[in-house]
């Protein structure tokens, strides 16, 4: 669409539709979440905000969950269109994630009353609480959190030495683990396939030039 950048797809569960990002220019423009047929065709607008922000298709297809970054916290709207609905206020550090079951939300958030410290939030969408708040195992890299397909432990990943790879997090209070053995490079992002065998994983570097320059003063 002229005068339009997109991104950040994610397809439904039930093969049905994709929803993305669509951020338009101009005095009326804004970032809002949108709908297409699984074929790219039949768009529809499901949000209205100035920045909306990576959505995700409910596990049922039936609910699109986005972070509001104007005003703050998580929204929702129907597959079909309808009135944003907000889910949470709470101010999220990166983005977020919703259980196969549908029960709950997961996502990070600075605590800045104990020490400024990123803990990693469960947050029950049905009473619209805090379930728990924990540790990160591992100091994360990049704002990316996903559940595993069973439900039973979030993902995200952490960087060592220049490389990033990806950490399984249980949810049971079990040791966690290193998932990939990546010996380069950072992860970008990440997606389960629809029946969760496979990881597909976007990975690149930033190349950055250092330049010196002295301030050379004529006697």
Known sequence: E???????????????????LLSQFGANG???????????????????????NFPVCSPDSQWVYYRDDSAGGIMKVPI????????????????????PDGATAVFGIIDHANGHQDKLVFFDLSTRQIRKSVNFERQRAGAFIRFARDGKSVVYPIRENGVDNLWQHPLDGSAGKQLTSFKAEHIWDYHWSPDGRQLALVRGHTDSDVVLIRDMQQQ
């Open 30 to 52: 804004g970032q809002n979440i949108w709908r297409a047929d699984s074929s790219g065709g039949n768009l529809k607008q499901l949000s209205n905000g100035k920045q909306d």
């Open 80 to 99: 079909d269109g309808g009135t944003p609905e907000r889910v949470t206020a709470q101010t999220l550090d990166g983005t977020f994630d919703i259980s």
């Open 2 to 20: 002229p005068g339009s950048i997109n991104g950040d797809p994610w397809e439904c569960s039930n093969g049905k539709y994709l929803v993305f």
